[in-house]
C-alpha cells in the first residue's frame, strides 16, 4: 500500500513561485521501496479534466514535461526521504489548480497508469 501526501500549495501572485512536495508511506510485502516509483504531478482546474504536468523516473535520471510547464517547473526526487518536489517559477493564473502526487511502475503521462494518488494541494496564481 502506498499513501502520498502533498503539501506546499498556496496562493502565489502572477509571476511568483511555489515548491510543492509529496512524500510517500509504503508498506509492502513485497519488497516495493519509494525508489521502484516513477513520481508524477498532476494538476486539475475547476471543470476540467486532470492533466498532465510532469514526471520522473526512479532514479531521477529521466524526466518529462507538459510543453505548458517546460522551463518554469522543475521536478526532483530524494528517494531517501521518499520525497519528490516541485518547483514552480514563473507561475501564470492558468496554473491554478489542485495539484496532484501519483505513483506508478510504468513511466508514462496517462492517469490511468498511476495506480496511488495523494489528496491534492491547492495552487492559485492571482493576476
Known amino acids: 500500500q502506498v499513501q502520498l501526501v502533498e503539501s506546499g500549495g498556496g496562493w502565489v501572485q502572477d509571476g511568483g513561485s511555489l515548491n510543492l512536495s509529496c512524500t510517500a508511506s509504503i508498506r509492502s510485502t513485497s519488497g516495493l521501496t519509494f525508489s521502484y516509483f516513477t513520481m508524477a504531478w498532476f494538476r486539475q482546474a475547476p471543470g476540467s479534466e486532470r492533466q498532465f504536468v510532469v514526471y520522473v523516473s526512479w532514479s531521477g535520471g529521466s524526466t518529462n514535461y507538459a510543453d505548458s510547464v517546460k522551463g518554469r517547473f522543475t521536478i526532483s526526487r530524494d528517494n531517501a526521504k521518499n520525497t519528490v518536489y516541485l518547483r514552480m517559477e514563473s507561475l501564470k493564473p492558468e496554473d491554478t489548480a489542485l495539484y496532484y502526487c501519483?505513483?506508478?511502475?510504468?513511466?508514462?503521462?496517462?492517469?490511468?497508469?498511476?495506480?496511488?494518488w495523494g489528496q491534492g494541494t491547492q495552487v492559485t496564481v492571482s493576476s
Open positions: 501519483a505513483a506508478s511502475l510504468i513511466p508514462s503521462t496517462g492517469t490511468s497508469r498511476y495506480n496511488y
